[in-house]
């Protein structure tokens, strides 16, 4: 299986300001995927990290508002940008292991907006 | 368009005894099949998938899920259930291999399952 670090692991930030969270793995991986997870709610899709190009989103999500990096195979970014009390979400990096097929969550970023 | 459906918020049992956690799933192709735990302050684990071949899937922790595509569903088993897996459970869909296939996981709304001492 694939080890997945994110930063932070939670934080707390004031509305309007933005937050960016780094996540890492341990090897090289075919697709990285973002996800949020509203409290008591199932995962959702943001976008899919694409290295070296622009991020695919998902319907309902926006480049503007969820910016995201992927510079190379390991490496991924996602800020969470103009923030408002509703993008409080615990906020999920996941990768595609290439030599599994399967799909690995990282821990996760909690993320409360005041 | 894919959809997973899990028909149970929450799930009781007494430890020992056996527990079902239901699943059922809409894909246009072949499926992937998948269920995660998360327990509370973490991030998903991953339990078990079904891509092809045996019906029954065996996985981490004991658990073990049945594929049956008549009836279109994906149900975690374990035989003999523990506190420790008092968790919520996810079970996720993956369109199979084909052109313009993403791989995008389609969750469902997730189960709690208690196991009570």
């Known amino acids: 299986s694939a080890v997945i670090s994110q930063k932070p692991s939670r934080d707390i930030c004031q509305r309007g300001t933005s937050l960016t969270i780094q996540c890492q793995v341990d090897?090289?991986?075919?697709?990285m995927f973002w996800y949020r997870q509203q409290p008591g709610q199932s995962l959702t899709l943001i976008a899919t990290?694409?290295?070296?190009?622009?991020?695919?989103?998902e319907s309902g999500f926006v480049i503007d508002k969820f910016p995201i990096s992927r510079p190379n195979l390991t490496f991924s970014t996602l800020t969470v940008s103009n923030m408002s009390p509703e993008d409080s979400s615990i906020y999920l990096c996941?990768?595609?292991?290439?030599?599994?097929?399967?799909?690995?969550f990282g821990p996760g970023t909690r993320l409360t907006v005041l | 368009a894919q959809s997973v459906a899990q028909p149970e918020d929450q799930v009781n049992v007494a430890e020992g005894n056996p527990l079902t956690v239901k699943c059922t799933y809409s894909?246009?192709?072949?499926?992937?099949l998948f269920w995660y735990v998360q327990y509370p302050n973490r991030g998903l684990q991953f339990l078990l998938k079904?891509?092809?071949?045996?019906?029954l899937v065996k996985g981490s922790y004991g658990f073990e899920a049945e594929f049956n595509k008549s009836q279109t569903s994906f149900h975690l088993k374990k035989p003999s259930a523990l506190v420790s897996d008092s968790a919520l459970y996810f079970c996720?869909?993956?369109?199979?291999?084909?052109?313009?296939?993403?791989?995008?996981?389609?969750f469902g709304q997730g189960t709690t399952l208690q196991v009570k001492p």
């Open positions: 996941s990768v595609r292991a290439l030599s599994t097929d399967t799909q690995y």
């Open positions: 996720a869909v993956r369109e199979g291999h084909g052109s313009g296939n993403t791989g995008k996981l389609i």
């Open positions: 990290a694409n290295q070296g190009s622009e991020a695919t989103y």
């Open positions: 079904y891509i092809t071949g045996d019906n």
């Open positions: 090897s090289q991986v075919t697709m």
């Open positions: 894909v246009s192709g072949n499926p992937y």
